[in-house]
């Protein structure tokens, strides 16, 4: 079964770090592009990082630029998301998807997007 699962969630202060990580099985990263995603409470569903499938080009929200870094290692089957410098508006549920179409990923189309994993969640508060 093909799945993508992520990790590395849970709860932080603000200022503080966390690394997601979003791991395929079943299927090879290789040709994709993945693209992380959060949701809120009570708010939609925004596009947070976009990394192509060689790692060659990333995009990020505009809320997330310069404390965010996306990478991944195929060798690892893995994408990450770095979080530096979290704040509360950084809460939500994380979720990575998958797909082979660059533009659906730098442009967070994530209804048009093959592969979705469940999601893990972050808390920031102090």
């Known amino acids: 079964q093909s799945q993508l699962v992520e990790s590395g969630g849970g709860s932080a202060q603000p200022g503080g770090s966390l690394t997601l990580a979003c791991a395929a099985s079943g299927f090879t990263l290789d040709w994709y592009q993945i693209a992380w995603f959060r949701q809120a409470p009570g708010k939609e569903r925004e596009g947070v990082s976009c990394?192509?499938?060689?790692?060659?080009?990333?995009t990020y929200a505009d809320s997330v630029k310069g404390r965010f870094t996306v990478s991944r290692d195929n060798t690892k089957n893995t994408v990450y998301l770095h979080m530096n410098s979290l704040t509360p508006e950084d809460t939500g549920v994380y979720y990575c998807a998958a797909d082979l179409t660059y533009y659906y990923c730098s442009a967070y189309k994530w209804e048009n997007m093959e592969y979705w994993g469940a999601g893990t969640p972050v808390t920031v508060s102090a």
């Open positions: 990394i192509s499938d060689k790692g060659t080009d990333m």
